[in-house]
């Protein structure tokens, strides 16, 4: 049976459901789980809660845990990477430095924020994969740590493995739109491709006719979407607004979506026209923390873990592999040929065959050119990104934050330079 590796095991929200997922399985009961994080704390706590959810179904799946990372990767099958690179603390945040210049900016996935949150994150993974190639040359890396599209265009470029990123904005962004059609999820089918937090529904089908008419018909009434409980993020204005200027719906959030084009965060009577609010950092490292002390409670009073498969693609991958039964998961993958009118070798989120074989992603053709046209002006900072960042090449990583729709839209050239500079400083 399959030795599976969590890398960052300590992020707690991802290795509770990875953990679950494969156990819901009873083909991937029989394996060994391995838990490693630099963190022994976080550690500790979800080995305990791994170990519990074991004991409690009478599965006789192996639980290791390690902060030694080599350790962990040998023999391995498949190997999960959550990590975060933290910064450093006694220096201004990259938000802090990035808010002085831009009102709102991604945090981790596009535009300055995630330029430099690659730059901690592209080494540190490519690393990894250097340890793989020699301890387990045939494992899997399934990534979900952002920016997403960055990090596995340098894993696809630049490590010699077997990879695919994953996230959850399809699986999640599909449960939405059954929401808003109110109609049951089961019921849904779609065709979605594109790049991470901007792929599209280019099919979607209620009981194998088109939804989309029906669902221009529900957003005629604004409330269905622009209250606070529209979405997990609050209002989704702006997707709707790109839905109903562009054609096409799309994945992620409006938090999300409203930093990867140029016409939301402008300014912040833009952003209150939208409904958006100014990610905060306090309130998210808070609620962090308040989720730790829940599960440490829920471990001291004996508390009956579900086995509910929570929708994530990782398990899934491993047990079509594992058992042979195929299924169909959304990845990012490098683009050779799939989506034709992005740029051949780019990072693109597609639909893939999984099996016994493998991954297989799938040929999807052109994109509309619209949508391909919002997808391109985000590549072009992805590969700026990526060799700037593999090379140490500062110059590049300055030209891939000047090509980001956002950031171009909000600053100078030299407002950009001076940002980019204290970013460099810190």
């Not at 890396?141 to 399809?170: Q, R």
């Not at 997990?232 to 084009?261: C, L, Q």
């Not at 074989?357 to 590969?383: F, K, M, T």
């Not at 729709?405 to 500079?421: C, H, K, N, S, W």
């Amino acid at each position: 049976m399959p030795k599976i590796v969590l890398i960052g095991a300590g992020s707690h929200a991802f290795s509770m459901n990875l953990i679950t997922d494969i156990l819901s399985y009873p083909a991937l009961r029989a394996n060994t789980i391995t838990l490693m994080d630099t963190s022994a704390k976080p550690l500790e706590l979800i080995t305990t809660f791994a170990e519990k959810l074991v004991k409690q179904n009478g599965f006789s799946t192996r639980i290791e845990a390690t902060t030694d990372r080599r350790k962990a990767l040998d023999g391995a099958d498949y190997v999960f990477v959550t990590i975060r690179v933290r910064e450093n603390a006694s220096k201004p945040s990259d938000r802090e430095i990035i808010a002085k210049y831009i009102v709102e900016s991604s945090p981790d996935t596009i535009g300055p924020g995630g330029v430099f949150y690659g730059s901690r994150h592209v080494p540190v993974i490519l690393d990894i994969c250097k340890d793989m190639k020699e301890l387990c040359p045939d494992a899997w890396l399934l990534n979900y740590t952002n920016p997403m599209s960055i990090i596995s265009w340098a894993v696809s470029d630049y490590a010699n493995i077997k990879n695919v990123g994953l996230c959850h904005s399809v699986i999640h962004t599909s449960q939405q739109l059954a929401k808003y059609l109110d109609i049951p999820f089961n019921e849904v089918s779609y065709w979605v491709a594109g790049i991470n937090h901007m792929a599209w529904f280019l099919k979607l089908k209620w009981r194998g006719e088109d939804a989309y008419p029906l669902l221009t018909e529900k957003f005629r009434d604004s409330a269905v979407y622009s209250g606070p409980e529209a979405h997990w993020a609050g209002p989704d204005n702006v997707r709707v607004e790109i839905f109903k200027t562009f054609g096409y719906f799309v994945t992620e959030s409006s938090m999300h979506m409203a930093t990867y084009v140029p016409y939301f965060n402008k300014n912040i009577d833009t952003m209150r026209k939208y409904k958006l609010n100014i990610y905060n950092e306090t309130a998210a490292e808070v609620n962090k923390v308040k989720k730790d002390n829940e599960l440490e409670e829920q471990l001291k009073n004996g508390h009956k873990f579900p086995l509910n498969h929570s929708g994530e693609y990782g398990s899934t991958i491993i047990h079509s592999i594992v058992t042979g039964i195929p299924s169909i998961i959304y990845a990012n993958v490098k683009n050779t040929g799939l989506i034709t009118n992005l740029p051949q070798g780019c990072c693109v989120e597609v639909p893939c065959l999984v099996d016994k074989e493998g991954v297989h992603p799938c040929y999807v053709g052109d994109l509309p050119p619209q949508l391909a046209g919002l997808n391109r002006s985000n590549i072009n900072v992805h590969e700026l990104a990526v060799r700037g960042i593999v090379e140490g090449d500062r110059t590049k990583i300055l030209q891939a934050i000047l090509l980001d729709p956002l950031t171009g839209a909000t600053l100078t050239i030299d407002e950009t330079r001076r940002m980019v500079d204290e970013l460099f400083s810190r």
